[in-house]
């Protein structure tokens, strides 16, 4: 699985120009031209962004793992399915009142999905 494509690089100097233009508008509300800090918002801004874009290209083509990828698979692992149930049913992902309680096997069994099974009730204290 590529993390960084060529797409990526192609669209990185739009959103920095766009990320740009709003931190200028902010600079110029915010700090007014005689702020004792307004010359340091643009650079703390520029250098904030270099360091983010750097680590994320030690991280792919130096180490070829990292926290922050690790982060991406994992989350894109579990958003998939969600994603698909919510399409394909959207009582899982949305539950409906029903009349009797939908046990947890009915989430994680691919038997149990075609019927509803009777949730196990307390068990007898000996």
Do not use: C
Request: glycine share 6%; net charge positive.
């Amino acid at each position: 699985m590529e993390l960084i494509t060529p797409g990526d690089y192609f669209l990185l100097p739009f959103y920095l120009v766009v990320i740009l233009l709003i931190a200028r508008s902010i600079q110029n509300k915010y700090y007014p031209v005689d702020h004792p800090w307004r010359k340091y918002f643009m650079r703390g801004l520029l250098v904030k962004i270099a360091g983010a874009i750097l680590i994320g290209l030690i991280y792919r083509y130096y180490w070829g793992y990292g926290d922050t990828y690790n982060y991406f698979f994992f989350g894109k692992l579990f958003n998939e399915p969600l994603l698909q149930a919510s399409f394909n049913h959207p009582r899982r992902v949305v539950p409906i009142p029903a009349l009797k309680p939908i046990p947890f096997s009915f989430f994680v069994n691919r038997e149990s999905i075609l019927r509803l099974e009777e949730a196990p009730g307390p068990r007898a204290s000996n």
